[in-house]
Each structure stands twice: as structure tokens, then as C-alpha cells.
């Protein structure tokens, strides 16, 4: 079993950035392909970014430009960069762990932008 663990998340102004992190409790963090999503209220939950193991990035279209994945794999820990925020992109975000059939996800962080 792979515990993943969100943080980062909180309140921000319109244009601002956060920096979210996602630590992985596995001795193979490096096999895994990585990834963000994240669901409004009211919403389904849509990908965001994700990055494999190899280090190849995917961007959904609304952030690309803004957001940057990224992972450290001597820390297994997988980072996502938000820059210039948006109101719409006020979501509970959730850390994604997937390989083949195994899949894993974190408890989400808030992440609310408002002025």
C-alpha cells in the first residue's frame, strides 16, 4: 500500500503562486508515473498535469503556460507550480500514483483563489 501525502494548499490572490507537494511512502517512487488532478465543487475531477517516470510532461490545456509538475526522486516527492492563479482554479487538488493496474491517491489540499 502507498500513502501519499498532499500539502501546499491554501488561499491566494488572484495572480499569485503556490507551490504544491505530494511524498510518496514507497521505495520504488521512481517507477511511478505521477500526476495532479483536481474537482471543483459541483464538478468532476479532471487531470491536471502529469509527468512519468521518465520525466515526460502533459498539461491540460487551462494551464498549461502557468503550471509546472515536476518530481525529485531522491525525495519521492512529486511538486506542481501554480503561477499566475486564477478564480477557476480554486479546487481541492489530489495527488495521483499509477503504474499498470496500480493506482493510488492522496486526500486532496485546498487550493482557493479569491481576493
Known amino acids: 500500500q502507498v500513502q501519499l501525502v498532499e500539502s501546499g494548499g491554501g488561499l491566494v490572490q488572484p495572480g499569485g503562486s503556490l507551490r504544491l507537494s505530494c511524498a510518496a511512502s514507497?521505495?520504488?517512487?521512481?517507477?511511478?508515473?505521477m500526476g495532479w488532478y483536481r474537482q471543483a465543487p459541483g464538478k468532476q475531477r479532471e487531470l491536471v498535469a502529469t509527468?512519468?517516470?521518465?520525466?515526460?510532461?502533459n498539461y491540460a490545456d487551462s494551464v498549461k503556460g502557468r503550471f509546472t509538475i515536476s518530481r525529485d526522486n531522491a525525495k519521492k516527492t512529486t511538486y506542481l507550480q501554480m503561477n499566475s492563479l486564477k478564480p477557476e482554479d480554486t479546487a481541492v487538488y489530489y495527488c495521483?500514483?499509477?503504474?499498470?493496474?496500480?493506482?493510488?491517491w492522496g486526500q486532496g489540499t485546498q487550493v482557493t483563489v479569491s481576493s
Open positions: 495521483n500514483l499509477h503504474r499498470g493496474i496500480l493506482n493510488y
Open positions: 514507497t521505495t520504488s517512487f521512481t517507477i511511478y508515473d
Open positions: 509527468i512519468t517516470s521518465g520525466g515526460t510532461t
